[in-house]
Protein backbone atom coordinates (compact mmCIF):
# COMPACT_ATOMS: atom_id res chain seq x y z
CA UNK A 1 0.00 0.00 0.00
CA UNK A 2 1.42 3.51 -1.15
CA UNK A 3 0.94 6.20 1.28
CA UNK A 4 2.04 9.90 1.69
CA UNK A 5 5.63 10.09 3.49
CA UNK A 6 4.81 13.33 4.76
CA UNK A 7 1.57 11.52 6.72
CA UNK A 8 3.56 8.69 8.07
CA UNK A 9 6.68 10.52 9.27
CA UNK A 10 5.69 13.81 9.13
CA UNK A 11 8.38 15.12 6.52
CA UNK A 12 9.05 14.50 2.82
CA UNK A 13 13.02 13.88 3.58
CA UNK A 14 13.20 10.08 2.64
CA UNK A 15 15.59 7.66 4.37
CA UNK A 16 18.20 6.69 2.48
CA UNK A 17 17.31 2.73 1.41
CA UNK A 18 20.12 0.59 3.05
CA UNK A 19 21.50 -1.29 0.01
CA UNK A 20 21.67 -5.47 1.25
CA UNK A 21 24.85 -7.03 1.15
CA UNK A 22 25.22 -10.96 1.02
CA UNK A 23 28.08 -13.14 1.19
CA UNK A 24 26.26 -16.97 0.99
CA UNK A 25 24.26 -17.20 4.44
CA UNK A 26 25.66 -14.49 5.82
CA UNK A 27 24.18 -10.51 4.84
CA UNK A 28 24.17 -7.13 6.20
CA UNK A 29 22.58 -3.87 5.25
CA UNK A 30 24.90 -0.82 4.40
CA UNK A 31 23.01 2.48 5.65
CA UNK A 32 25.26 5.68 5.62
CA UNK A 33 28.35 3.75 5.84
CA UNK A 34 27.46 1.74 8.63
CA UNK A 35 26.62 -1.49 8.72
CA UNK A 36 22.75 -2.95 9.95
CA UNK A 37 21.26 -6.16 10.68
CA UNK A 38 23.86 -8.53 10.22
CA UNK A 39 22.48 -12.43 10.17
CA UNK A 40 23.47 -15.39 9.24
CA UNK A 41 21.02 -17.90 8.27
CA UNK A 42 18.52 -15.58 8.60
CA UNK A 43 19.03 -14.88 12.04
CA UNK A 44 19.99 -11.84 13.60
CA UNK A 45 23.92 -11.87 14.57
CA UNK A 46 24.45 -8.52 15.43
CA UNK A 47 22.11 -5.75 15.43
CA UNK A 48 25.02 -3.06 14.22
CA UNK A 49 28.39 -1.95 12.94
CA UNK A 50 29.43 1.40 13.12
CA UNK A 51 32.11 4.05 13.01
CA UNK A 52 30.63 7.13 14.74
CA UNK A 53 31.76 10.20 15.56
CA UNK A 54 30.25 12.14 18.97
CA UNK A 55 30.74 16.05 19.67
CA UNK A 56 31.15 17.02 23.06
CA UNK A 57 27.28 17.14 23.95
CA UNK A 58 27.39 13.18 22.56
CA UNK A 59 25.97 14.69 19.57
CA UNK A 60 26.49 12.47 16.80
CA UNK A 61 28.11 13.45 13.47
CA UNK A 62 26.48 12.88 10.14
CA UNK A 63 29.33 12.61 7.63
CA UNK A 64 29.50 13.67 3.87
CA UNK A 65 30.15 9.99 1.99
CA UNK A 66 32.24 10.37 -0.69
CA UNK A 67 33.75 7.65 -3.25
CA UNK A 68 31.37 4.48 -2.17
CA UNK A 69 32.48 1.79 -4.18
CA UNK A 70 30.42 -1.66 -3.56
CA UNK A 71 30.95 -4.58 -4.98
CA UNK A 72 29.70 -8.87 -4.47
CA UNK A 73 29.27 -11.69 -6.02
CA UNK A 74 30.93 -15.30 -5.68
CA UNK A 75 30.03 -15.72 -1.96
CA UNK A 76 31.79 -12.65 -0.98
CA UNK A 77 30.97 -8.41 -0.85
CA UNK A 78 33.61 -5.43 -0.02
CA UNK A 79 32.67 -1.75 0.07
CA UNK A 80 34.76 1.26 0.36
CA UNK A 81 34.35 4.61 1.23
CA UNK A 82 35.83 7.96 2.58
CA UNK A 83 33.43 9.92 5.98
CA UNK A 84 34.05 13.27 6.23
CA UNK A 85 33.52 15.52 9.48
CA UNK A 86 33.56 18.79 9.79
CA UNK A 87 33.32 19.96 13.29
CA UNK A 88 34.07 23.76 15.06
CA UNK A 89 36.26 26.34 14.38
CA UNK A 90 36.71 24.51 10.81
CA UNK A 91 38.35 21.54 12.04
CA UNK A 92 38.12 18.56 10.24
CA UNK A 93 38.23 14.82 10.05
CA UNK A 94 38.07 12.12 7.40
CA UNK A 95 37.76 8.33 7.79
CA UNK A 96 38.58 6.03 5.10
CA UNK A 97 36.86 2.76 5.38
CA UNK A 98 37.06 -0.67 3.68
CA UNK A 99 34.63 -3.77 4.45
CA UNK A 100 34.90 -6.99 3.09
CA UNK A 101 33.15 -10.52 4.00
CA UNK A 102 32.88 -14.14 2.97
CA UNK A 103 30.10 -16.49 4.32
CA UNK A 104 31.98 -16.63 7.53
CA UNK A 105 34.09 -13.67 8.13
CA UNK A 106 33.27 -10.28 8.20
CA UNK A 107 35.74 -7.46 8.16
CA UNK A 108 35.31 -3.62 8.98
CA UNK A 109 38.03 -1.60 9.38
CA UNK A 110 38.47 2.19 9.42
CA UNK A 111 41.33 5.02 9.78
CA UNK A 112 40.91 8.89 10.49
CA UNK A 113 42.32 11.26 9.84
CA UNK A 114 42.63 14.76 10.81
CA UNK A 115 44.36 17.61 8.99
CA UNK A 116 43.27 20.43 12.07
CA UNK A 117 43.02 18.07 15.01
CA UNK A 118 39.51 17.65 15.78
CA UNK A 119 37.92 17.50 19.23
CA UNK A 120 35.53 14.72 20.18
CA UNK A 121 33.54 12.81 22.74
CA UNK A 122 33.98 9.37 20.95
CA UNK A 123 35.43 8.82 17.94
CA UNK A 124 35.55 4.81 16.80
CA UNK A 125 33.43 1.90 16.26
CA UNK A 126 29.68 0.79 18.00
CA UNK A 127 28.90 -2.74 18.33
CA UNK A 128 25.57 -3.29 18.84
CA UNK A 129 24.16 -6.91 19.98
CA UNK A 130 20.41 -7.64 19.77
CA UNK A 131 18.49 -8.01 23.20
CA UNK A 132 15.79 -10.68 22.34
CA UNK A 133 17.13 -13.77 22.65
CA UNK A 134 20.00 -13.18 24.19
CA UNK A 135 19.17 -11.44 27.29
CA UNK A 136 20.59 -13.82 30.06
CA UNK A 137 22.02 -16.14 27.48
CA UNK A 138 26.09 -17.41 27.84
CA UNK A 139 28.75 -15.24 26.55
CA UNK A 140 32.60 -15.66 26.23
CA UNK A 141 34.65 -12.23 26.76
CA UNK A 142 38.30 -11.81 26.04
CA UNK A 143 40.22 -8.89 27.63
CA UNK A 144 43.13 -7.10 26.38
CA UNK A 145 45.02 -8.54 28.78
CA UNK A 146 44.70 -11.99 27.22
CA UNK A 147 42.34 -13.69 29.74
CA UNK A 148 39.21 -15.28 28.94
CA UNK A 149 36.28 -14.74 31.39
CA UNK A 150 32.69 -16.82 30.90
CA UNK A 151 29.68 -15.09 31.75
CA UNK A 152 26.09 -13.94 30.79
CA UNK A 153 24.62 -10.93 28.88
CA UNK A 154 23.04 -9.03 31.68
CA UNK A 155 19.18 -10.02 31.73
CA UNK A 156 18.10 -7.35 34.91
CA UNK A 157 19.81 -4.21 33.39
CA UNK A 158 23.03 -3.36 34.63
CA UNK A 159 23.74 0.36 35.74
CA UNK A 160 27.08 0.51 34.81
CA UNK A 161 29.24 -1.18 32.26
CA UNK A 162 28.94 -5.72 32.63
CA UNK A 163 32.32 -5.80 30.67
CA UNK A 164 35.21 -3.94 30.14
CA UNK A 165 38.72 -3.99 28.66
CA UNK A 166 37.59 -5.97 26.12
CA UNK A 167 39.34 -7.55 23.42
CA UNK A 168 36.40 -10.02 21.63
CA UNK A 169 33.02 -11.71 22.48
CA UNK A 170 31.42 -14.80 21.61
CA UNK A 171 28.03 -16.13 21.42
CA UNK A 172 26.38 -18.89 20.54
CA UNK A 173 23.81 -17.61 17.11
CA UNK A 174 22.13 -21.05 16.73
CA UNK A 175 23.08 -24.36 18.49
CA UNK A 176 26.08 -25.56 16.83
CA UNK A 177 26.45 -21.64 15.64
CA UNK A 178 28.46 -19.13 17.51
CA UNK A 179 29.65 -15.90 16.32
CA UNK A 180 33.25 -14.44 17.80
CA UNK A 181 33.54 -10.21 17.44
CA UNK A 182 37.34 -9.39 17.64
CA UNK A 183 37.85 -5.88 18.17
CA UNK A 184 41.12 -4.02 17.75
CA UNK A 185 42.97 -0.67 17.73
CA UNK A 186 42.05 0.45 21.05
CA UNK A 187 40.27 -0.69 24.55
CA UNK A 188 36.78 -1.17 24.24
CA UNK A 189 33.83 -1.91 26.79
CA UNK A 190 30.36 -2.66 26.95
CA UNK A 191 27.11 -0.76 28.06
CA UNK A 192 24.06 -1.77 28.41
CA UNK A 193 22.03 0.49 26.69
CA UNK A 194 18.76 -0.78 27.32
CA UNK A 195 18.98 1.93 29.80
CA UNK A 196 18.12 4.39 27.38
CA UNK A 197 15.48 2.11 25.29
CA UNK A 198 17.51 1.27 22.90
CA UNK A 199 17.45 -2.59 21.78
CA UNK A 200 20.95 -4.04 22.48
CA UNK A 201 24.40 -4.06 24.17
CA UNK A 202 26.72 -1.52 22.70
CA UNK A 203 30.56 -2.22 22.91
CA UNK A 204 32.27 0.48 22.18
CA UNK A 205 35.80 2.54 21.65
CA UNK A 206 37.34 4.10 24.23
CA UNK A 207 36.88 3.68 27.78
CA UNK A 208 34.43 6.50 29.40
CA UNK A 209 36.35 6.70 32.86
CA UNK A 210 39.26 8.39 30.13
CA UNK A 211 38.46 12.17 30.00
CA UNK A 212 36.13 13.67 27.55
CA UNK A 213 36.03 15.49 24.80
CA UNK A 214 39.20 14.73 24.12
CA UNK A 215 41.40 15.46 21.16
CA UNK A 216 42.59 13.68 18.07
CA UNK A 217 46.07 15.46 17.38
CA UNK A 218 46.67 16.55 13.80
CA UNK A 219 48.11 14.47 11.21
CA UNK A 220 48.09 11.63 13.79
CA UNK A 221 46.03 8.39 11.94
CA UNK A 222 43.39 6.34 14.15
CA UNK A 223 42.67 2.96 12.82
CA UNK A 224 40.28 0.18 14.20
CA UNK A 225 39.03 -3.19 13.19
CA UNK A 226 36.18 -5.27 13.56
CA UNK A 227 36.44 -8.97 12.67
CA UNK A 228 33.27 -11.14 12.98
CA UNK A 229 33.69 -14.70 12.61
CA UNK A 230 31.52 -17.42 12.09
CA UNK A 231 31.80 -21.07 13.52
CA UNK A 232 29.09 -23.12 12.07
CA UNK A 233 29.75 -27.11 12.80
CA UNK A 234 26.31 -28.42 11.27
CA UNK A 235 27.42 -29.80 7.99
CA UNK A 236 26.09 -27.96 6.04
CA UNK A 237 22.61 -28.13 7.59
CA UNK A 238 20.08 -25.35 7.02
CA UNK A 239 17.85 -23.89 10.03
CA UNK A 240 14.57 -22.79 9.83
CA UNK A 241 15.20 -19.70 10.01
CA UNK A 242 16.81 -20.20 6.23
CA UNK A 243 13.42 -21.37 4.73
CA UNK A 244 10.28 -20.72 7.03
CA UNK A 245 7.66 -19.21 5.35
CA UNK A 246 7.06 -15.92 6.47
CA UNK A 247 3.46 -15.42 8.17
CA UNK A 248 2.23 -13.01 10.59
CA UNK A 249 0.08 -14.35 12.95
CA UNK A 250 -1.92 -13.23 15.87
CA UNK A 251 -3.35 -15.71 19.00
CA UNK A 252 -4.81 -15.19 22.12
CA UNK A 253 -1.96 -14.90 25.14
CA UNK A 254 -2.22 -15.85 28.58
CA UNK A 255 -1.10 -12.32 30.04
CA UNK A 256 -3.83 -10.09 31.70
CA UNK A 257 -4.18 -7.28 33.64
CA UNK A 258 -5.78 -3.91 34.07
CA UNK A 259 -5.16 -0.34 31.36
CA UNK A 260 -3.21 2.23 33.33
CA UNK A 261 -4.41 5.64 33.04
CA UNK A 262 -3.29 8.25 30.92
CA UNK A 263 -1.38 10.95 31.69
CA UNK A 264 -0.59 14.97 29.42
CA UNK A 265 1.77 17.13 30.51
CA UNK A 266 1.22 20.68 30.61
CA UNK A 267 4.61 22.92 30.96
CA UNK A 268 4.26 26.78 31.90
CA UNK A 269 4.84 28.03 28.03
CA UNK A 270 1.80 26.07 27.28
CA UNK A 271 -0.48 26.45 29.84
CA UNK A 272 -2.38 29.01 28.17
CA UNK A 273 -2.55 27.15 24.74
CA UNK A 274 -3.79 24.50 26.77
CA UNK A 275 -6.97 26.57 28.16
CA UNK A 276 -7.42 27.61 24.59
CA UNK A 277 -8.08 23.56 23.87
CA UNK A 278 -9.95 23.07 26.45
CA UNK A 279 -12.59 20.90 24.22
CA UNK A 280 -9.78 18.78 22.97
CA UNK A 281 -9.20 18.11 26.61
CA UNK A 282 -12.51 17.28 27.14
CA UNK A 283 -12.54 15.12 24.39
CA UNK A 284 -9.27 13.13 24.89
CA UNK A 285 -10.58 13.31 29.15
CA UNK A 286 -7.15 12.16 30.19
CA UNK A 287 -6.97 10.95 33.90
CA UNK A 288 -3.75 12.60 34.63
CA UNK A 289 -2.42 16.18 34.17
CA UNK A 290 1.42 16.62 34.90
CA UNK A 291 2.43 20.08 35.17
CA UNK A 292 6.08 20.63 35.38
CA UNK A 293 7.37 23.31 37.05
CA UNK A 294 11.22 24.22 37.40
CA UNK A 295 12.01 27.40 39.34
CA UNK A 296 15.32 27.58 38.20
CA UNK A 297 13.61 28.22 35.09
CA UNK A 298 11.97 31.21 36.15
CA UNK A 299 8.56 28.96 37.05
CA UNK A 300 6.35 30.82 40.02
CA UNK A 301 3.62 31.85 41.25
CA UNK A 302 2.14 32.76 37.46
CA UNK A 303 2.87 29.87 36.55
CA UNK A 304 0.78 28.14 39.31
CA UNK A 305 -2.12 30.38 38.34
CA UNK A 306 -2.46 29.16 34.72
CA UNK A 307 -2.29 25.40 36.14
CA UNK A 308 -4.88 26.22 38.47
CA UNK A 309 -7.16 27.43 35.76
CA UNK A 310 -6.18 24.51 33.67
CA UNK A 311 -6.86 22.29 36.62
CA UNK A 312 -10.31 23.56 37.22
CA UNK A 313 -11.46 22.80 33.49
CA UNK A 314 -10.02 18.91 34.36
CA UNK A 315 -12.28 16.10 35.89
CA UNK A 316 -9.48 14.27 36.82
CA UNK A 317 -5.90 14.23 38.80
CA UNK A 318 -3.40 16.43 38.83
CA UNK A 319 0.13 16.04 39.78
CA UNK A 320 2.97 18.74 40.24
CA UNK A 321 6.13 17.73 38.72
CA UNK A 322 8.97 19.53 40.59
CA UNK A 323 12.62 20.06 39.33
CA UNK A 324 14.19 21.32 42.97
CA UNK A 325 17.07 23.66 42.45
CA UNK A 326 18.68 22.64 45.89
CA UNK A 327 20.64 25.68 45.62
CA UNK A 328 19.10 26.30 49.47
CA UNK A 329 17.88 23.89 51.77
CA UNK A 330 15.21 21.63 50.60
CA UNK A 331 13.00 22.75 53.67
CA UNK A 332 13.07 26.41 52.68
CA UNK A 333 12.89 25.86 48.81
CA UNK A 334 10.19 23.58 49.16
CA UNK A 335 8.35 25.80 52.14
CA UNK A 336 8.57 28.19 48.95
CA UNK A 337 6.65 26.59 46.10
CA UNK A 338 3.86 25.48 48.90
CA UNK A 339 3.51 29.38 49.78
CA UNK A 340 3.61 30.10 46.26
CA UNK A 341 0.99 27.33 45.58
CA UNK A 342 -1.08 28.40 48.23
CA UNK A 343 -1.21 31.93 46.56
CA UNK A 344 -2.36 30.78 43.07
CA UNK A 345 -5.30 28.28 44.39
CA UNK A 346 -3.58 25.33 42.94
CA UNK A 347 -4.13 22.20 45.02
CA UNK A 348 -2.67 19.29 43.03
CA UNK A 349 -3.53 15.25 43.85
CA UNK A 350 0.43 14.55 43.81
CA UNK A 351 3.75 15.89 43.84
CA UNK A 352 6.73 14.77 42.29
CA UNK A 353 9.91 15.90 43.19
CA UNK A 354 13.35 15.84 41.95
CA UNK A 355 16.67 17.46 42.36
CA UNK A 356 16.91 19.78 39.65
CA UNK A 357 21.02 18.83 39.17
CA UNK A 358 19.24 14.69 39.04
CA UNK A 359 18.11 15.00 35.16
CA UNK A 360 21.95 15.31 34.44
CA UNK A 361 23.88 11.91 33.63
CA UNK A 362 26.73 11.28 36.00
CA UNK A 363 28.29 8.79 33.57
CA UNK A 364 30.62 5.83 34.84
CA UNK A 365 34.29 7.47 36.43
CA UNK A 366 32.70 11.33 36.76
CA UNK A 367 32.33 12.74 40.07
CA UNK A 368 28.90 12.56 41.16
CA UNK A 369 27.60 16.87 41.32
CA UNK A 370 26.73 18.56 44.93
CA UNK A 371 23.34 17.34 45.70
CA UNK A 372 21.13 16.75 49.33
CA UNK A 373 20.72 13.82 50.62
CA UNK A 374 17.04 12.45 48.72
CA UNK A 375 16.09 11.90 52.14
CA UNK A 376 16.29 15.42 53.27
CA UNK A 377 14.21 16.18 49.89
CA UNK A 378 11.55 13.63 50.44
CA UNK A 379 11.31 14.91 54.42
CA UNK A 380 11.12 18.43 53.41
CA UNK A 381 8.81 17.74 50.69
CA UNK A 382 6.01 15.79 53.08
CA UNK A 383 6.48 18.62 55.66
CA UNK A 384 5.62 21.47 53.06
CA UNK A 385 3.10 19.34 50.94
CA UNK A 386 1.27 17.84 54.20
CA UNK A 387 -1.74 15.59 52.96
CA UNK A 388 -0.56 15.84 49.29
CA UNK A 389 0.73 12.06 47.57
CA UNK A 390 4.57 12.37 47.72
CA UNK A 391 6.25 10.70 44.96
CA UNK A 392 9.92 10.65 43.60
CA UNK A 393 12.54 8.68 40.65
CA UNK A 394 13.99 10.63 38.03
CA UNK A 395 12.48 13.26 35.76
CA UNK A 396 14.90 12.32 33.25
CA UNK A 397 15.15 8.39 31.73
CA UNK A 398 15.57 5.11 33.24
CA UNK A 399 19.44 5.59 32.67
CA UNK A 400 19.48 8.06 35.42
CA UNK A 401 17.16 5.98 37.77
CA UNK A 402 19.23 2.86 37.84
CA UNK A 403 22.39 4.49 38.55
CA UNK A 404 21.17 6.64 41.63
CA UNK A 405 18.42 4.63 43.17
CA UNK A 406 16.24 6.75 45.16
CA UNK A 407 15.12 5.64 48.78
CA UNK A 408 11.70 4.54 48.38
CA UNK A 409 10.21 3.94 51.72
CA UNK A 410 8.67 7.40 51.91
CA UNK A 411 7.16 7.80 48.15
CA UNK A 412 4.13 6.86 46.88
CA UNK A 413 5.01 6.06 43.71
CA UNK A 414 8.29 5.93 41.68
CA UNK A 415 8.75 7.69 38.18
CA UNK A 416 10.98 8.42 34.88
CA UNK A 417 11.04 8.55 31.47
CA UNK A 418 12.65 7.35 28.31
CA UNK A 419 13.32 9.19 24.87
CA UNK A 420 13.92 6.65 21.81
CA UNK A 421 16.43 9.53 20.09
CA UNK A 422 19.58 9.23 22.94
CA UNK A 423 21.99 7.51 20.64
CA UNK A 424 20.43 6.83 17.21
CA UNK A 425 17.08 8.50 15.30
CA UNK A 426 16.70 6.60 12.27
CA UNK A 427 13.57 4.84 11.84
CA UNK A 428 14.35 1.36 12.40
CA UNK A 429 15.81 2.34 15.87
CA UNK A 430 13.28 4.32 17.07
CA UNK A 431 10.53 1.49 16.74
CA UNK A 432 13.15 -0.90 17.92
CA UNK A 433 13.32 0.84 21.46
CA UNK A 434 9.88 -0.88 22.18
CA UNK A 435 11.62 -3.88 22.69
CA UNK A 436 13.84 -2.68 25.42
CA UNK A 437 10.83 -1.52 27.35
CA UNK A 438 9.38 -4.73 28.92
CA UNK A 439 13.51 -5.05 30.16
CA UNK A 440 13.23 -1.48 31.66
CA UNK A 441 10.06 -2.29 33.77
CA UNK A 442 10.97 -5.60 34.80
CA UNK A 443 14.16 -3.99 36.13
CA UNK A 444 11.99 -1.40 37.68
CA UNK A 445 9.96 -3.88 39.63
CA UNK A 446 13.07 -6.06 40.77
CA UNK A 447 14.38 -2.93 42.89
CA UNK A 448 11.27 -1.56 43.81
CA UNK A 449 8.70 -4.13 44.27
CA UNK A 450 5.31 -3.45 44.09
CA UNK A 451 5.83 0.14 44.70
CA UNK A 452 3.06 2.22 42.45
CA UNK A 453 4.96 2.96 39.37
CA UNK A 454 4.39 5.51 36.40
CA UNK A 455 6.08 6.38 33.38
CA UNK A 456 6.53 9.81 31.11
CA UNK A 457 6.26 12.04 29.51
CA UNK A 458 7.77 9.94 27.21
CA UNK A 459 7.63 11.52 23.46
CA UNK A 460 10.23 10.77 20.37
CA UNK A 461 11.20 14.57 20.79
CA UNK A 462 13.81 14.68 23.56
CA UNK A 463 12.50 17.61 26.04
CA UNK A 464 16.09 17.97 28.37
CA UNK A 465 19.19 16.08 27.71
CA UNK A 466 21.32 14.78 30.20
CA UNK A 467 24.04 13.68 28.28
CA UNK A 468 25.14 17.37 27.35
CA UNK A 469 24.38 21.00 27.86
CA UNK A 470 21.33 21.06 25.53
CA UNK A 471 18.84 19.27 22.95
CA UNK A 472 19.49 19.59 19.92
CA UNK A 473 17.59 22.27 17.31
CA UNK A 474 15.67 20.91 14.81
CA UNK A 475 14.63 23.92 12.09
CA UNK A 476 14.96 21.44 9.13
CA UNK A 477 13.00 18.66 10.65
CA UNK A 478 15.34 16.16 10.06
CA UNK A 479 15.82 12.64 11.77
CA UNK A 480 18.72 13.52 14.43
CA UNK A 481 19.42 12.09 18.00
CA UNK A 482 18.15 14.15 21.14
CA UNK A 483 16.51 16.66 19.27
CA UNK A 484 13.81 18.54 20.66
CA UNK A 485 11.73 18.62 17.64
CA UNK A 486 11.18 14.98 15.44
CA UNK A 487 8.94 15.35 12.53
CA UNK A 488 7.64 11.75 13.52
CA UNK A 489 5.70 13.35 16.13
CA UNK A 490 3.39 14.89 13.29
CA UNK A 491 3.15 11.47 11.28
CA UNK A 492 1.72 8.32 11.74
CA UNK A 493 4.32 6.84 12.64
CA UNK A 494 4.11 8.97 16.66
CA UNK A 495 0.75 7.11 16.56
CA UNK A 496 1.78 3.35 16.07
CA UNK A 497 4.97 3.96 18.59
CA UNK A 498 2.42 5.47 21.12
CA UNK A 499 0.49 2.26 20.92
CA UNK A 500 3.07 -0.04 20.82
CA UNK A 501 4.99 1.82 24.29
CA UNK A 502 1.78 1.26 25.63
CA UNK A 503 1.44 -2.26 24.47
CA UNK A 504 4.48 -3.39 25.69
CA UNK A 505 4.65 -1.96 29.46
CA UNK A 506 1.38 -3.25 30.01
CA UNK A 507 2.54 -6.08 31.92
CA UNK A 508 4.54 -3.43 34.34
CA UNK A 509 0.88 -2.99 35.90
CA UNK A 510 1.75 0.99 35.81
CA UNK A 511 -0.21 2.83 37.34
CA UNK A 512 0.19 6.11 34.61
CA UNK A 513 1.45 6.64 31.57
CA UNK A 514 2.42 9.49 29.77
CA UNK A 515 3.09 9.76 25.73
CA UNK A 516 2.38 13.59 25.19
CA UNK A 517 1.49 17.02 26.11
CA UNK A 518 -1.74 18.59 24.86
CA UNK A 519 -0.32 21.18 22.67
CA UNK A 520 3.36 22.69 21.54
CA UNK A 521 6.45 20.50 19.96
CA UNK A 522 5.29 17.40 22.27
CA UNK A 523 1.52 18.01 22.11
CA UNK A 524 -1.69 16.56 20.11
CA UNK A 525 -2.17 19.52 18.80
CA UNK A 526 -0.29 20.22 15.47
CA UNK A 527 1.08 23.77 15.54
CA UNK A 528 2.53 25.33 11.68
CA UNK A 529 4.22 23.61 8.78
CA UNK A 530 2.69 20.22 9.78
CA UNK A 531 0.93 17.47 8.22
CA UNK A 532 -2.17 18.46 9.62
CA UNK A 533 -3.31 22.22 9.67
CA UNK A 534 -2.72 24.34 12.55
CA UNK A 535 -4.90 23.20 15.44
CA UNK A 536 -6.02 20.13 13.88
CA UNK A 537 -5.28 16.90 15.66
CA UNK A 538 -1.88 15.08 15.35
CA UNK A 539 -2.73 11.59 14.23
CA UNK A 540 -1.00 10.56 17.98
CA UNK A 541 -4.13 12.51 19.52
CA UNK A 542 -5.69 9.20 18.04
CA UNK A 543 -3.71 6.80 20.41
CA UNK A 544 -3.57 8.87 23.46
CA UNK A 545 -7.75 9.33 23.26
CA UNK A 546 -8.32 5.62 22.73
CA UNK A 547 -6.10 4.74 25.92
CA UNK A 548 -7.52 7.45 28.10
CA UNK A 549 -10.73 5.73 26.95
CA UNK A 550 -9.74 2.25 27.82
CA UNK A 551 -7.96 3.44 31.55
CA UNK A 552 -9.27 1.20 34.64
CA UNK A 553 -10.35 -1.74 32.37
CA UNK A 554 -9.20 -5.09 31.91
CA UNK A 555 -6.87 -6.29 29.21
CA UNK A 556 -5.54 -9.82 28.04
CA UNK A 557 -2.34 -10.12 26.10
CA UNK A 558 -1.70 -11.35 22.31
CA UNK A 559 0.59 -13.39 21.03
CA UNK A 560 2.26 -11.77 18.00
CA UNK A 561 4.50 -14.54 15.44
CA UNK A 562 6.54 -11.48 14.59
CA UNK A 563 5.96 -9.10 17.89
CA UNK A 564 8.85 -6.82 16.36
CA UNK A 565 6.32 -6.32 13.18
CA UNK A 566 2.84 -6.79 14.77
CA UNK A 567 1.71 -6.29 18.47
CA UNK A 568 -1.96 -6.54 19.70
CA UNK A 569 -4.01 -6.47 22.75
CA UNK A 570 -7.55 -7.43 24.06
CA UNK A 571 -9.94 -5.55 25.64
CA UNK A 572 -13.04 -6.80 26.36
CA UNK A 573 -14.35 -8.04 22.92
CA UNK A 574 -12.08 -6.08 21.18
CA UNK A 575 -8.84 -6.88 19.73
CA UNK A 576 -6.74 -3.94 19.12
CA UNK A 577 -3.98 -4.62 16.24
CA UNK A 578 -0.82 -2.13 15.54
CA UNK A 579 1.31 -1.92 12.41
CA UNK A 580 5.26 -1.09 13.59
CA UNK A 581 6.32 -1.05 9.96
CA UNK A 582 6.53 0.92 6.90
CA UNK A 583 4.79 -1.74 4.94
CA UNK A 584 1.49 -3.33 4.61
CA UNK A 585 0.84 -6.37 6.80
CA UNK A 586 -1.50 -9.42 6.10
CA UNK A 587 -2.42 -10.81 9.40
CA UNK A 588 -4.31 -13.90 10.53
CA UNK A 589 -6.46 -13.41 12.99
CA UNK A 590 -8.40 -16.46 12.88
CA UNK A 591 -7.21 -17.76 16.49
CA UNK A 592 -9.51 -15.18 17.80
CA UNK A 593 -12.59 -17.43 18.11
CA UNK A 594 -15.96 -18.41 15.49
CA UNK A 595 -16.52 -14.52 14.53
CA UNK A 596 -13.03 -14.93 13.04
CA UNK A 597 -12.60 -18.64 11.61
CA UNK A 598 -10.60 -18.08 8.42
CA UNK A 599 -10.45 -14.16 8.58
CA UNK A 600 -6.90 -12.31 7.84
CA UNK A 601 -6.83 -8.90 7.38
CA UNK A 602 -4.29 -6.09 5.90
CA UNK A 603 -2.71 -3.36 8.31
CA UNK A 604 -1.45 0.09 6.68
CA UNK A 605 2.09 0.94 6.98
CA UNK A 606 1.65 1.97 10.95
CA UNK A 607 -1.68 1.46 11.14
CA UNK A 608 -3.92 0.08 13.79
CA UNK A 609 -7.28 -1.57 13.78
CA UNK A 610 -9.76 -2.73 16.68
CA UNK A 611 -11.92 -5.67 15.51
CA UNK A 612 -15.01 -6.85 17.53
CA UNK A 613 -14.99 -10.48 18.06
CA UNK A 614 -18.49 -12.28 18.77
CA UNK A 615 -19.32 -12.56 22.47
Known amino acids: MTMDAFALYGTHEAEEHPVRLTAGRLSADLAKGNLRTIRYGGVEVLRAVSYLVRDRDWGTYSPDIENLWIEQGNGAFSARYVAHCRGPEDSRLAISVHIAATEHELIFEAGALSPTGFETNRCGFCILHPIVGLAGRSAKVEHVDGSVNETRFPDQIEPWQPFKDMRAITHQVLPDVSAECRMEGDTFEMEDQRNWSDASYKTYVRPLALPWPYQIAANEPVRQRIVLAIRDTRSGKTTAADSAERTIKLEPGDRSGTMPDIGVVVTPDEAKAVLAARDLLSDIAPQELLFHFDPNAGHGTEALKDFAAVAALHRGRSTLEIALPCKQTPAAETAEIARQMQAAG ?105 KPYRIGPSTIPMRQNPYGSRTMDNPAGSRIPMANRDPRHNGRFAEAFALGYAIRVLDANIECLTLSALTGPFGLVAGKAEPTEEGGNRPLFNTVKLLSGLAGSAWNGCRSSHPSEVLAFQSGSTVHILNLTAEEQSIDISAFGSASQGRSMALAPFGTASISLAV
Open 346 to 450: FHPDAILISPSVDRQSTPPGSKWPECPPLEEVYAAAHAAFAGIRIGGGMLSYFTELNRKRVPADRLGFISHCTNPIVHAADDLSVMQTLEALPFITRSVRAIYGD
